[in-house]
């Protein structure tokens, strides 16, 4: 029984309830991750940068725990896959621990969690996507 369409209680020809709004907040997390990017290059060459990398950081923080909390209504009340909670939780359990490592000033951790985190989220973003909307 593997496959995509199992996992889905609606079917695969229907959209569950909120998805279009898990599509939203997967996008906003993906954008935070790269602003993440290029606010670390800032920090490398603008007196600005370590307020920006930290704001950012906050933003990236507060769109993980909104996407979980949508993931959740697409699984639940939605009829959706469950697998977007789990991606959605892995994605903001690293997302905690990275500003953790930030705020202690442990970049040879920090950096390349960083890069783990921005290809993750590229992924739910391809995958969420991907998926038909069943129109």
Do not use: C, K
Request: aromatic content about 6%; overall charge neutral.
């Amino acid at each position: 029984m593997a496959g995509e369409h199992v996992l889905d209680a609606v079917g695969p020809n229907t959209t569950p309830r909120f998805f279009p709004t898990m599509r939203i907040t997967v996008t906003v997390q993906a954008a935070a991750m790269l602003t993440q990017a290029i606010t670390a290059g800032l920090l490398m060459s603008s007196p600005d940068g370590r307020a920006l990398h930290g704001a950012t950081a906050v933003v990236a923080v507060a769109a993980g725990a909104i996407q979980l909390l949508v993931a959740i209504l697409v699984w639940r009340p939605g009829g959706g896959s469950p697998r977007y909670i789990v991606n959605s939780t892995f994605l903001l359990v690293l997302t905690l621990a990275e500003a953790a490592l930030g705020d202690t000033h442990v970049p040879v951790v920090h950096v390349p969690l960083g890069v783990l985190l921005f290809g993750g989220s590229v992924v739910l973003l391809s995958q969420v996507w991907s998926r038909s909307t069943g129109s």
